[in-house]
């Protein structure tokens, strides 16, 4: 269960995969733990990593996390686990921080936004041509805030910048990566959109 | 929304278009959760649908008074400035004046016909486009609802602010103990020393600017090194850590004491 209990490191199939109930319930407290003191997703990899188990182990421990109720759940989002308040206590957690209200996206940006993720990687030209509106000024607003970045230039007449979604994007919507994206309605745009992740 | 008419709700799109008579009818303009909402005689609503509108041509500009716009605005500002809703509202206005003029001056030649190449998959006919345009208001509808879920959940956030100097809030020895740490992991779980590929500081040095460049903020500094390398990659790729520092293409920040060390592109 432990760090430092084997010499091999990588590897280890002899090991049993399947660990008993109970080294999961530890196990579980321990992830808990690591969760509470980390600052942004650690990954299944890095928790498997410190407390010396399988990746499989972690992550029946941490099913074991999210089934038990409590005031904070487990979230996989943008490729790791992260421990969060409960929504249903947001009021009361609000209160105690004295945090206001947090200023949600504008509509416009919103809109600029998904077609970003959706399509990605996007230009300039090609978002307003959906929107039938410059967005310039939101695609500015959303690269201020991390959730879009420049990924590159098309290699057409102009190069135009190509924009993508980042981690931070994953994280202000609790996603766990790009598949996570609510599917798009109509079907016709469907089979319209580029491949993601 | 707040709207009481059901029907309202179902599509926020539906263009509140007015008469000019109805305009002193006593409900107060809408104000939702964002934008800025403005009434005048022929339209009253969030600025941006009244902008979306006259672009589709549901709504004739020539129609609606600008000046008013203008003077709603700078009252408004006048009594409180929010720079955000400022700069956002300032700039839609802006493009509606545009959109304007364009419409009162005479007709150029058609237009632009930009040709667009390799894009198979763009919409032709008008159709499509409303489809494609609608079907990303829906996303951006279920990205609104993610958004209000997370919202509610609050996490150990304290993600570190951008460091403004190459070193920020550790010594030199602080980032060797760091060092310390990940060549220890690697000569832990290095299962043996094969010399494989050559691992040479320019390429760690581009590997770790890509990374940087790929996460869009700033990267752990643990997350540098990979699992299960070898000592010398560990080594190489500190080593050009410390030329990027020198460079000052990278800047490093630890909060306080025991929080983890995190690293900037500079600039």
Redesign the interface.
């Known amino acids: 269960m432990r760090e430092?209990d084997s010499s091999?490191?990588?590897g280890t199939p002899e090991r049993p995969i399947q660990a008993g109930g109970e080294e999961i319930a530890a196990l579980a407290g321990t992830l808990e733990s690591i969760l509470?003191?980390?600052?942004?997703p650690v990954p299944a990899?890095r928790l498997a990593?410190v407390t010396g188990v399988e990746a499989q182990e972690v992550r029946s421990a941490i099913v074991l996390l999210q089934s038990r109720a409590g005031g904070l759940?487990v979230?996989s989002v943008a490729g790791g686990y992260?421990?969060?308040?409960?929504?249903e206590h947001?009021e009361a957690?609000?209160l105690f921080?004295q945090r206001e209200?947090?200023?949600?996206?504008?509509?416009?940006a919103?809109?600029t936004?998904?077609?970003v993720?959706?399509r990605q990687p996007v230009t300039r030209a090609?978002i307003e041509?959906?929107?039938?509106?410059?967005s310039d000024?939101h695609v500015e607003?959303l690269l201020d805030r991390?959730l879009i970045?420049v990924v590159g230039r098309r290699q057409?007449?102009g190069r135009p910048v190509l924009f993508g979604t980042?981690?931070?994007f994953l994280r202000?919507?609790?996603?766990n990566d790009l598949s996570g994206?609510?599917a798009?309605?109509?079907k016709?745009?469907q089979s319209?959109l580029?491949p993601l992740g | 929304m707040t709207d009481p008419d059901p029907q309202e709700t179902s599509d926020e799109n539906r263009p509140r278009v007015e008469e000019p008579d109805q305009k002193r009818s006593g409900h107060p303009a809408r104000t939702?959760?964002?934008?800025y909402s403005v009434r005048v005689p022929g339209f009253e609503g969030?600025l941006?649908l009244l902008?979306?509108l006259a672009?589709?041509g549901k709504v004739d500009l020539s129609t609606i008074p600008l000046a008013d716009l203008s003077r709603q605005f700078t009252e408004r500002m006048r009594n409180s400035m929010d720079l955000?809703e400022a700069?956002?509202a300032l700039?839609m206005l802006a493009?509606l004046v545009e959109m304007k003029a364009k419409l009162l001056l005479p007709k150029a030649p058609p237009p632009e016909a930009l040709p667009l190449?390799?894009?198979g998959?763009?919409?032709e006919t008008v159709e499509?486009?409303v489809?494609?345009?609608?079907?990303?208001?829906?996303?951006?509808s279920?990205?609104?609802?993610?958004?209000?879920?997370?919202?509610?959940?609050?996490?150990?956030?304290?993600?570190p602010t951008e460091p403004e100097l190459p070193l920020e809030g550790l010594t030199v020895e602080d980032l060797f103990a760091a060092f310390g740490l990940v060549l220890e992991r690697a000569r832990?779980?290095?299962?043996a020393e094969v010399a494989d590929e050559p691992v040479r500081v320019a390429d760690r040095k581009a590997a770790i600017l890509r990374a940087l460049?790929r996460?869009?903020?700033g990267l752990?500094f643990s997350d540098l090194f990979p699992?299960?390398v070898t000592v010398v990659f560990v080594v190489v790729t500190f080593l050009a850590l410390l030329e990027l520092v020198g460079e000052h293409k990278v800047r490093l920040r630890q909060e306080s004491a025991f929080?983890?060390i995190f690293v900037w592109a500079a600039g």
């Not at chain 1, 992260?82 to 929504?87: A, C, D, E, F, K």
């Not at chain 1, 209200?101 to 416009?108: D, F, I, K, N, T």
């Not at chain 2, 494609?132 to 951006?140: D, S």
């Open positions: 430092g091999g490191g990588s509470f003191v980390a600052d942004r990899d990593e759940v979230q992260q421990l969060g308040t409960r929504p947001a957690v609000r921080l209200h947090a200023e949600p996206l504008s509509r416009g919103l809109e936004l998904a077609i993720a959706y090609e041509q959906i929107r039938g509106v410059s000024w607003r991390r970045r057409t007449v980042t981690e931070t202000y919507f609790g996603l994206l609510p798009m309605g109509v016709g745009v319209l580029e | 939702p959760a964002s934008g969030p941006d902008l979306t672009h589709q955000t700069t956002e700039w493009a190449p390799e894009e998959g763009m919409p499509e486009k489809a494609e345009y609608r079907a990303f208001k829906e996303a951006a279920a990205l609104r609802a993610l958004e209000d879920e997370q919202k509610r959940i609050f996490t150990r956030s304290a993600r832990r779980q290095q299962a460049a996460s869009g903020e752990e699992l299960r929080s983890p």
